[in-house]
T-cell receptor, first 118, second 110 residues
């Protein structure tokens, strides 16, 4: 497709299980971002990729969270030993140029993966 | 870290009314962005502002970049039901990421 694709769209898991969330960015977009949106909250930055490297992973809440990107394309966000407070919508976005450059590139968001931890 | 404060948190208006919302920061931003999130969707860029004092329109939407560079306003004129959603302001931090406000949730009664 032409847009950012995320899967699964919904995931219900039990506390303590591991989950993987996938993001397929727009073809050719070099920058990829993960954000978390909790109920009633704004978008919380998690991690940013430029190509396959992650210059900024400062937003990852704990060492249970990790992300990787391969081939400069698909990214996977992994949450180990999930907790109830991990329940949120995880949004992925891609951009042609890094935000904050002289002319910030527009972020194109996917529809998100809604995670519910029971 | 830099934070963006949006107000109001929510608005309930009648169709046809005008809407105004704002975003403030304790830090200077060189760019202000306004996004809209429809229910069940990801946010979509509405307007981008790059210069202090800039006033930009996009249809019924008008946004302004405050001259202090610490605030921005978004106005929607003659609201319609499809304006329902959450409106976020955002600004770049450093060279690589956007920080978002907590959003203004808009409900339009037909």
């Amino acid at each position: 497709g032409a847009g950012v694709s995320q899967s699964p769209s919904n995931k219900v898991t039990e506390k303590g299980k591991d989950v993987e969330l996938r993001c397929d960015p727009i073809s050719g977009h070099t920058a990829l971002y993960w954000y978390r949106q909790s109920l009633g909250q704004g978008l919380e930055f998690l991690i940013y990729f430029q190509g396959n490297s992650a210059p900024d992973k400062s937003g990852l809440p704990s060492d249970r969270f990790s992300a990787e990107r391969t081939g400069g394309s698909v990214s996977t966000l992994t949450i180990q030993r999930t907790q109830q407070e991990d329940s949120a919508v995880y949004l992925c976005a891609s951009s042609l140029v890094p935000t904050g450059a002289f002319t910030p590139g527009e972020l194109f968001f996917g529809e998100g993966s809604r995670l519910t931890v029971l | 870290g830099q934070q963006l404060n949006q107000s109001p948190q929510s608005m309930f208006i009648q169709e046809g009314e005008d809407v105004s919302m704002n975003c403030t920061s304790s830090s200077i931003f060189n760019t202000w962005l306004w996004y809209k999130q429809d229910p069940g969707e990801g946010p979509v860029l509405l307007i981008a502002l790059y210069k202090a004092g800039e006033l930009t329109s996009n249809g019924r939407l008008t946004a302004q970049f405050g001259i202090t560079r610490k605030d921005s306003f978004l106005n929607i004129s003659a609201s319609i039901p499809s304006d329902v959603g959450i409106y976020f302001c955002a600004g770049p931090v450093g060279s690589e990421k956007l920080v978002f406000g907590k959003g203004t949730k808009l409900t339009v009664n037909p």
